[in-house]
T-cell receptor, first 110, second 116 residues
């Protein structure tokens, strides 16, 4: 069964700290993996997209990693800011299908 | 570019009524996606079009839901009759190609639907 599991479900950190969000998937055939950021009341915005041949991709303070062997991805946020408070959604493409994770809700406190 | 445009932004209706959600994709994008998001189920892909043709509608929950894309700049998602369990935020997204592509999907602001 195609599945995407994210952890933790929610996370609270202090401004300036780093954090790492996890995404484990059992999806076949694998096409690509995307991380989205969704602010409250808004649509998701793409942070990174990776194919099986890419193991790291950065977008400003966001760095995504992909291990195609273990079927794991992580999103590392460096020097968090209050504006990083949002839901982060991992999405895996399986051919023409998109498999969504339930998301991790991140709250950054001053 | 104005991005993906959705209307209305909010819709409150009574059970049994017909609801029509509208979407204008980004000019030049040839793929369009309709999603539904709820607290319980998260984000779900309902249907996607490529070059105005429905490619995969396996995510459409039941026959009460229908989607059309009469041209490259307009799509509708219709629910008839609506039920309280249809209450959700409905997103439209567009991209240069289909779901298996490397290309980024751009999401609209969503329509928050409440069915009483």
């Amino acid at each position: 069964k195609n599945q995407v599991e994210q952890s933790p479900q929610s996370l609270i950190i202090l401004e300036g700290k780093n954090c790492t969000l996890q995404c484990n998937y059992t999806v076949s055939p694998f096409s690509n993996l995307r991380w989205y950021k969704q602010d409250t009341g808004r649509g998701p915005v793409s942070l990174t997209i990776m194919t099986f041949s890419e193991n790291t991709k950065s977008n400003r303070r966001y760095t995504a990693t992909l291990d195609a062997d273990t079927k794991q991805s992580s999103l590392h946020i460096t020097a968090s800011q209050l504006s990083d408070s949002a839901s982060y959604i991992c999405v895996v493409s399986a051919g023409s299908k998109l498999i969504f994770g339930q998301g991790t809700t991140l709250q950054v406190k001053p | 570019d104005a991005g993906v445009i959705q209307s209305p932004r909010h819709e409150v209706t009574e059970m049994g009524q017909e609801v029509t959600l509208r979407c204008k994709p980004i000019s030049g994008h040839n793929s369009l996606f309709w999603y539904r998001q709820t607290m319980m189920r998260g984000l779900e892909l309902l249907i996607y079009f490529n070059n105005n043709v429905p490619i995969d509608d396996s995510g459409m929950p039941e026959d009460r839901f229908s989607a059309k894309m009469p041209n490259a700049s307009f799509s509708t998602l219709k629910i008839q009759p609506s039920e309280p369990r249809d209450s959700a935020v409905y997103f439209c997204a567009s991209s240069h190609s289909g779901t298996g592509s490397y290309n980024e999907q751009f999401f609209g602001p969503g329509t928050r639907l409440t069915v009483l």
